[in-house]
T-cell receptor, first 112, second 116 residues
Framework: QQQVKQSPQSLIVQKGGISIINCAYE??????FPWYQQFPGKGPALLIA?????SEKKEGRFTISFNKSAKQFSLHIMDSQPGDSATYFC???????????FGEGTQLTVNP | GAGVSQSPSNKVTEKGKDVELRCDPI?????LYWYRQSLGQGLEFLIY????????KSGLPSDRFSAERTGGSVSTLTIQRTQQEDSAVYLC??????????????FGEGSRLTVL
């Protein structure tokens, strides 16, 4: 867990605003960078993921930005909606590895 | 069902008792993972199965924890002589092929364990 640090721990955004969650990692062998979304009482579900051959990936309102030199990647949620209220986890991994290393999570609340 | 199924969804036990948690992965998924999530915390890796073998069990916190998988399908996580610090949600996930990064992990809803 110490290899991956997420920030902020919690985030409150107004509906329509932009939510930004950051993830810093130490292991330079990581080469797969997913974000998982978890609603209360449910297991996490894959939201979006990126490989290091690109610096940005966009899927609808969700964008991953990747900065290899800084060993950081971030999740941007545009036009945030109350339904986006959940806990978000970054979970970088080695492409040849067997596990995801989860961050401690960011609890996002989007106020209507 | 179409998703990962875990049972029981809730388990309350007394300190010192043994518990078994069950996971039914998605049909055809060869890889299976167990994670543990304490209240307000991230997910802690426990063990990974590829088929019936466990090439990575380095996350099991003590020898009180064990897991097996039979028929390349159902997995059971056993905790012996439970302690209060074992209280957590135990999450199971499966994926089509080996390697957490080669495909999406599909998680179950978890088994919430409370040790009194």
């Amino acid at each position: 867990q110490q290899q991956v640090k997420q920030s902020p721990q919690s985030l409150i955004v107004q509906k329509g605003g932009i939510s930004i969650i950051n993830c810093a990692y130490e292991n330079t062998a990581f080469d797969y960078f997913p974000w998982y979304q978890q609603f209360p009482g449910k297991g996490p579900a894959l939201l979006i993921a990126i490989r290091p051959d690109v610096s940005e990936k966009k899927e609808g309102r969700f964008t991953i930005s990747f900065n290899k030199s800084a060993k950081q990647f971030s999740l941007h949620i545009m036009d945030s909606q109350p339904g986006d209220s959940a806990t978000y986890f970054c979970a970088p991994a080695r492409y040849s590895g067997s596990r995801l290393t989860f961050g401690e999570g960011t609890q996002l609340t989007v106020n209507p | 069902g179409a998703g990962v199924s875990q049972s029981p969804s809730n388990k309350v036990t007394e300190k010192g008792k043994d518990v078994e948690l069950r996971c039914d992965p998605i049909s055809g998924h060869t890889a299976l993972y167990w994670y543990r999530q304490s209240l307000g915390q991230g997910l802690e890796f426990l063990i990974y199965f590829q088929g019936n073998s466990a090439p990575d069990k380095s996350g099991l916190p003590s020898d009180r924890f064990s897991a097996e998988r039979t028929g390349g399908s159902v997995s059971t996580l056993t905790i012996q002589r439970t302690q209060q610090e074992d209280s957590a949600v135990y999450l199971c996930a499966s994926s089509r092929q080996g390697g957490a990064n080669t495909g999406e992990l599909f998680f179950g809803e978890g088994s919430r364990l409370t040790v009194l």
